[in-house]
Nanobody, 121 residues
Framework: QVQLVESGGALVQAGGSLRLSCAAS????????MGWYRQAPGKQRELVAT???????NYADSVKGRFTISRDNSKNTVYLQMNSLEPEDTAVYYC???????????????WGQGTQVTVSS
């Protein structure tokens, strides 16, 4: 079983910064893609940013230039540095990982429990 544990969510003023972390634990062969998604009240969950095992990144247009995703493969951890935060960034942020478990021929999708980010105006 693979577990993802997020941390770093908080209440912050507009213009401020936060760094989210997500650590994967358990027994698995390797972690391929990792990413961050968010869900605001009354809205669908949306992609924020993703990163491949090789470091290629992809961002939602709304966060380009403000957020940076990175990962430390030695620690099975993905980060999201969020700068110039806006009230519209308020949401529960979820970590996602595509994991190849031992003995499997395909990747399985795992989610963290979510961490709340609230940006006040």
């Amino acid at each position: 079983q693979v577990q993802l544990v997020e941390s770093g969510g908080a209440l912050v003023q507009a213009g401020g910064s936060l760094r989210l972390s997500c650590a994967a634990s358990g027994i698995f062969f390797r972690i391929n893609g990792m990413g961050w998604y968010r869900q605001a009240p009354g809205k669908q969950r949306e992609l924020v940013a993703t990163i491949t095992s090789g470091g290629s990144t992809n961002y939602a247009d709304s966060v380009k230039g403000r957020f940076t995703i990175s990962r430390d493969n030695s620690k099975n951890t993905v980060y999201l540095q969020m700068n110039s935060l806006e009230p519209e960034d308020t949401a529960v942020y979820y970590c996602n990982a595509l994991v190849r478990t031992i003995g499997s021929n395909y990747d399985r999708n795992y989610w963290g429990q979510g961490t709340q980010v609230t940006v006040s105006s």
